[in-house]
T-cell receptor, first 112, second 111 residues
Framework: QKEVEQDPGPLSVPEGAIVSLNCTYS??????FMWYRQYSRKGPELLMYTYSSGNKEDGRFTAQVDKSSKYISLFIRDSQPSDSATYLCAMKKTGANSKLTFGKGITLSVRP | DTGVSQDPRHKITKRGQNVTFRCDPI?????LYWYRQTLGQGPEFLTY????????KSRLLSDRFSAERPKGSFSTLEIQRTEQGDSAMYLC?????????FGPGTRLTVL
């Protein structure tokens, strides 16, 4: 079993829909949680960064972390065709130098 | 554009050849990471530098792989005697604190 599991895709939604992307993890040492967006043939771009449990909002994006359930989510409100990309969850342990452990990624397509 | 640059962006090579990739991190960032990403998978950690010191290497980094970061600035990743299984996107990320910023990657194809 992988340390980080991400819901399989692909996911296709109409423009304006609310999108929910989820990851689960098994290692309780993970303390920092990120969401990256990756367009085709590009490097990952950091979207949201959260420490420990709780919610964080940035514009149309909300990240949620539930450490008791080892479950993280990214919500996208009023989805736009420009949101079409692969979304990767990533996690790291305490210690600024520790590596990121990624989920497989889910490809989102927002239909106009 | 995150400010992390990688060169080349694409590399096609024949099996058995050596290849070298370069990463230029954000100038004030002292931490630099290399990851490898294959199709349909998330990036996997290869190695990590703090300044010029290589502090961690993954088991994925076989003897054919070597990485350097002379003077704590740019970094190079060399693959010797390439194999078809080395075909992947090689990503570099730099960090000052906890957030890692990725470059555009080098896509390697081994024929």
């Amino acid at each position: 079993q992988k340390e980080v599991e991400q819901d399989p895709g692909p996911l296709s939604v109409p423009e304006g829909a609310i999108v929910s992307l989820n990851c689960t993890y098994s290692n309780s040492a993970f303390q920092y949680f990120m969401w990256y967006r990756q367009y085709s043939r590009k490097g990952p771009e950091l979207l949201m960064y959260t420490y420990s449990s709780g919610n964080k909002e940035d514009g149309r994006f909300t990240a949620q972390v539930d450490k008791s359930s080892k479950y993280i989510s990214l919500f996208i409100r009023d989805s736009q065709p420009s949101d079409s990309a692969t979304y990767l969850c990533a996690m790291k342990k305490t210690g600024a130098n520790s590596k990121l452990t990624f989920g497989k990624g889910i490809t989102l397509s927002v239909r106009p | 554009d995150t400010g992390v640059s990688q060169d080349p962006r694409h590399k096609i090579t024949k099996r058995g050849q050596n290849v070298t990739f370069r990463c230029d991190p954000i100038s004030e960032h002292n931490r630099l990471y290399w990851y490898r990403q294959t199709l349909g998978q998330g990036p996997e950690f290869l190695t990590y530098f703090q300044n010029e010191a290589q502090l961690e290497k993954s088991r994925l980094l076989s003897d054919r792989f070597s990485a350097e970061r002379p003077k704590g600035s740019f970094s190079t990743l060399e693959i010797q005697r390439t194999e078809q299984g080395d075909s992947a996107m090689y990503l570099c990320a730099s960090a000052r604190e906890y957030e890692q910023f990725f470059g555009p990657g080098t896509r390697l194809t081994v024929l």
